[in-house]
């Protein structure tokens, strides 16, 4: 079956230290993954999304990501937090092709960050 | 729209009761999904729609549960006696749908509307 794990359910870092979030997937394929961001009261904002081609990618805010296909993950980072950056973390799958995403999305990491 | 609205942000009722959820998407957005977030559970996807028409109902719970989208634009999703369990933030999606484009249009999100069963 599909799924998608986020060990961490909450973490907490200091503003500046670096920031590392794991996801792991499962999936028949190699899939098409994303991660968003959700802060409070507000929907969520796709950060960044891989589909092919190299494995490591950027997104918006400073974040990035890496594809590992061995590994079945796809772990987003941030040099340095900023405390703006508190709020939770979505990492999501979706199926090759088909013109639409049908996400199935990891169960959220919190983030809190320390002044 | 400048991006997609949900309402009521908040609605509260009774057991037993029927609840209206209304999705706005962005204009000329095709595709539009719904999804429930509960606590702790994560995002679960519901319902597809392409169009007017939902090729993909398979996470819809219960037959308590449907969703209708007209004139390709604005969508409700309808919970028939509510129940404390369909207590969750429902959020819907809207993107352009890229029909043979790998990976489909990146989904946006609205703020979604917290549903709470009393």
């Known amino acids: 079956a599909q799924s998608v794990t986020q060990p961490d359910i909450h973490i907490t870092v200091s503003e500046g230290a670096s920031l590392e979030l794991r996801c792991n997937y499962s999936y028949g394929a190699t899939p098409y993954l994303f991660w968003y961001v959700q802060s409070p009261g507000q929907g969520l904002q796709l950060l960044l999304k891989y589909f092919s081609g190299d494995t490591l990618v950027q997104g918006i805010k400073g974040f990035e990501a890496e594809f590992k296909r061995s590994q079945s993950s796809f772990n987003l980072r941030k040099p340095s937090v900023h405390w703006s950056d508190a709020a939770e973390y979505f990492c999501?799958?979706?199926?090759?092709?088909?013109?639409?995403?049908?996400?199935?999305f990891g169960a959220g990491t919190r983030l809190a960050v320390h002044p | 729209g400048a991006g997609v609205s949900q309402s009521p942000s908040n609605k509260v009722t009774e057991k037993g009761k029927d609840v209206e959820l209304r999705c706005d998407p962005i204009?000329?957005?095709?595709?539009l999904y719904w999804y429930r977030q509960s606590l702790g559970q994560g995002l679960e996807f519901l319902i597809y729609f392409q169009g007017n028409s939902a090729p993909d109902k398979s996470g819809l719970p219960s037959d308590r549960f449907s969703a209708e989208r007209t004139g390709g634009s604005v969508s409700t999703l309808t919970i028939q006696r509510t129940q404390q369990e369909d207590s969750a933030v429902y959020l819907c999606a809207s993107s352009l749908s890229l029909a043979g484009a790998r990976g489909g249009g990146e989904q946006f999100f609205g703020p979604g509307t917290r549903l709470t069963v009393l």
């Open positions: 999501a799958v979706g199926p090759l092709g088909g013109g639409y995403n049908k996400l199935i």
């Open positions: 204009s000329g957005h095709t595709a």
